[in-house]
């Protein structure tokens, strides 16, 4: 299976190399560098990731840009802070491949101390709330390590450039009548401050770019996305 992962990156070179080093012998890694200061796209580049520079800063601009730069039938996306391990998603291309799925989520279960701070679990349960008020989906998480294939994704026509990325993509999916499924994934302490749920004023910032998402009606045009 060609397999293409997206790593949205800004300023995340000690991670890097963990998280290089856990993508499935054959799949491409490809970072979208988000103005990073670190060093991290050389980093990237000299572990053997393909490396895309997305200037606008924004995890949507970052994700989209990674999408478009894919080209493998199945396109994976994953947090580029060692918080969660990449090698977890052969289990995610599998079961779209079996025709089981056609987009597959990681339910994040804290594992340590730390790992997904009291506001940032706040947040996400209220935007879980909110998602099944809107579409009906009963999911416990809107956690960043995710699987599709690339064809479906791009006809979703996803707009979001910020922190609402992440959730257009399961509202336009159920608006679609995707198969949404969960997986439980191991949620690790992340390397370095988050730059979204790092704090209550990132996490709040988060929601209500989220809430925008979630105010927009059903798009027609997306429900032949799906074979």
């Excluded at 840009?65 to 995610?92: K, M, R």
């Excluded at 949404?180 to 770019?209: H, I």
Aim: contains cysteine; hydrophobic residues 40%.
């Amino acid at each position: 299976m060609r397999v293409d992962v997206v790593l949205p990156c800004l300023d995340e070179a000690e991670a890097l190399p963990w998280v290089l080093e856990r993508i499935p012998p054959g799949w491409r890694a490809i970072v979208v560098d988000n103005g990073s200061t670190d060093g991290s796209a050389v980093i990237a580049r000299a572990l053997g990731a393909s490396v895309v520079h997305e200037e606008r800063r924004g995890f949507g601009a970052a994700c989209h840009a990674g999408l478009l730069a894919a080209e493998a039938e199945y396109v994976c996306f994953c947090d580029c802070d060692a918080s969660l391990d990449p090698g977890l998603l052969t289990g995610f291309v599998r079961q779209l491949a079996d025709g089981d799925s056609d987009l597959v989520l990681g339910r994040r279960r804290p594992q340590g101390r730390g790992a997904w701070p009291p506001h940032a679990r706040a947040g996400n349960l209220a935007l879980a709330r909110m998602l099944r008020r809107r579409t009906g989906l009963r999911l416990r998480d809107l956690g960043p390590l995710r699987a599709a294939r690339r064809e479906d994704l791009l006809a979703l026509d996803l707009t979001d450039r910020r922190s609402g990325y992440p959730l257009q993509m399961v509202v336009r999916a159920a608006d679609a009548d995707w198969r949404v499924t969960e997986v439980d994934v191991p949620y690790l302490p992340r390397s370095g401050r988050s730059k979204v749920t790092g704090t209550w004023r990132g996490t709040w910032q988060a929601v209500r770019d989220m809430r925008t998402v979630l105010s927009e009606q059903p798009m027609s045009a997306v429900a032949g996305g799906v074979r």
